[in-house]
């Protein structure tokens, strides 16, 4: 019997050595692939590589990063800026970048929130899940992400079983192992601004399909969101609130808005925090500024980061 047993950890020893280390490699190596995911990669590896000196930390989802420019907001403020907006992800993971951004890194003088009506909303999609592999056993990642749909719970614990099925990734480990991938940032300081004109494919699609786009606040999401904003006062970071523009003709899809404003100023009332609503600035009435009902483009994003820093800027001193 104790024969066996010898043989059978001869057996498994070695290849248990065997998939630890190309779980180590494949995992090492796309997290090196900085354009994943629309760029997230790129932002995720700043922040577990420590590289984050920023003074200004923009946060919030694609109305974020698509529409904040780091490289403007430092030009015109002198502040080292860095955009943490994750794409297709509600507070909900918002917050968990937020986590992972103060573990690894200094923590900023001040966080320019891009708040959407349905950001309090919770989604149980894991959105461009690929991201989140490299760095799956990361205490907190585990935490946020088993929480939503996408991931199996032995994918946290099983080594290289994560990748199966996923060709895409493990071909992108292996070029970057090999050199033959290109692996330089498609975002600036994590801001990716688009440079697409207008299209009303968005607006007429949601328009079929409902008359008014709404989500319901999620009450766990909210508490959260009041826990944050007490961390960043103990942690004496200074918050601002700005509502984003959004196309005129797509105004009228956004269910909630008044009673959402409401939540969201009374708040920013309790805890002394500049909010600021660009829903109706005259940016709204321009659809060259826009690539879709929802987000500006890169000519947009300019002009509506150029009025923040006016709008803040004697409260950055």
């Given at each position: 019997?104790?024969?066996?047993?010898k043989?059978?950890?001869?057996?498994?020893?070695?290849?248990?050595?065997?998939?630890?280390?190309?779980?180590?490699?494949?995992?090492?190596?796309?997290?090196?692939?900085k354009?994943?995911?629309?760029?997230e990669?790129?932002?995720?590896?700043?922040?577990?590589?420590?590289?984050?000196?920023?003074?200004?930390a923009?946060?919030?989802?694609?109305?974020?990063?698509?529409?904040?420019?780091?490289?403007?907001?430092?030009?015109?403020?002198?502040?080292?800026t860095?955009?943490?907006?994750?794409?297709?992800?509600?507070?909900?993971?918002?917050?968990?970048?937020?986590?992972?951004?103060?573990?690894?890194?200094?923590?900023?003088?001040?966080?320019?929130?891009?708040?959407?009506?349905?950001?309090?909303?919770?989604?149980?999609?894991?959105?461009?899940?690929e991201?989140?592999?490299?760095?799956?056993?990361?205490?907190?990642?585990?935490?946020?992400?088993?929480?939503?749909?996408?991931?199996?719970?032995?994918?946290?614990?099983?080594p290289?079983?994560?990748?199966?099925?996923?060709?895409?990734?493990?071909?992108?480990?292996?070029?970057?192992?090999?050199?033959?991938?290109e692996?330089?940032?498609?975002?600036?300081?994590?801001?990716?601004?688009?440079?697409?004109?207008?299209?009303?494919?968005?607006?007429?699609?949601v328009?079929?399909?409902?008359?008014?786009?709404?989500?319901?606040?999620?009450?766990?999401?909210?508490?959260?969101?009041k826990?944050?904003?007490?961390?960043?006062?103990?942690?004496?970071?200074?918050?601002?609130?700005i509502?984003?523009?959004?196309?005129?003709?797509?105004?009228?899809l956004?269910?909630?808005?008044?009673?959402?404003?409401?939540?969201?100023?009374?708040?920013?009332?309790?805890?002394?925090?500049?909010?600021?609503?660009?829903?109706?600035?005259?940016?709204?009435?321009?659809?060259?500024?826009?690539?879709?009902?929802?987000?500006?483009?890169?000519?947009?994003?300019n002009?509506?980061?150029?009025?923040?820093?006016l709008?803040?800027?004697?409260?950055?001193?």
């Amino acid at each position: 019997m104790k024969i066996f047993i010898k043989n059978i950890l001869y057996f498994i020893i070695p290849l248990l050595i065997v998939i630890l280390l190309f779980d180590f490699i494949i995992s090492k190596n796309l997290s090196e692939c900085k354009s994943i995911s629309h760029g997230e990669m790129g932002v995720w590896n700043d922040i577990y590589k420590r590289k984050i000196k920023a003074e200004i930390a923009v946060y919030g989802s694609s109305v974020a990063c698509f529409q904040v420019n780091s490289g403007l907001v430092k030009k015109e403020t002198g502040l080292e800026t860095y955009n943490f907006g994750i794409e297709g992800h509600n507070f909900f993971l918002q917050y968990l970048r937020h986590k992972l951004y103060m573990k690894y890194n200094k923590k900023p003088k001040f966080i320019i929130y891009i708040i959407e009506p349905y950001f309090l909303s919770f989604n149980k999609e894991l959105f461009s899940l690929e991201q989140f592999l490299p760095n799956i056993r990361e205490p907190e990642v585990v935490d946020f992400t088993s929480q939503m749909e996408g991931l199996r719970w032995y994918d946290y614990f099983i080594p290289l079983i994560r990748y199966y099925g996923k060709t895409n990734e493990i071909t992108d480990a292996f070029k970057n192992i090999i050199g033959l991938r290109e692996n330089s940032y498609i975002r600036k300081k994590g801001f990716y601004g688009q440079k697409l004109t207008w299209d009303r494919t968005y607006l007429t699609y949601v328009k079929s399909t409902t008359d008014c786009y709404k989500k319901n606040i999620d009450i766990k999401s909210l508490n959260l969101f009041k826990k944050f904003i007490s961390e960043c006062k103990k942690d004496k970071i200074k918050l601002f609130f700005i509502s984003p523009p959004v196309q005129k003709e797509g105004q009228s899809l956004i269910c909630g808005k008044s009673k959402f404003d409401h939540l969201i100023k009374n708040i920013a009332l309790k805890n002394k925090i500049t909010y600021i609503d660009y829903f109706n600035d005259s940016i709204c009435n321009d659809t060259n500024l826009f690539f879709n009902a929802r987000h500006l483009n890169y000519k947009g994003a300019n002009i509506f980061t150029h009025k923040i820093i006016l709008d803040i800027n004697k409260s950055l001193k």
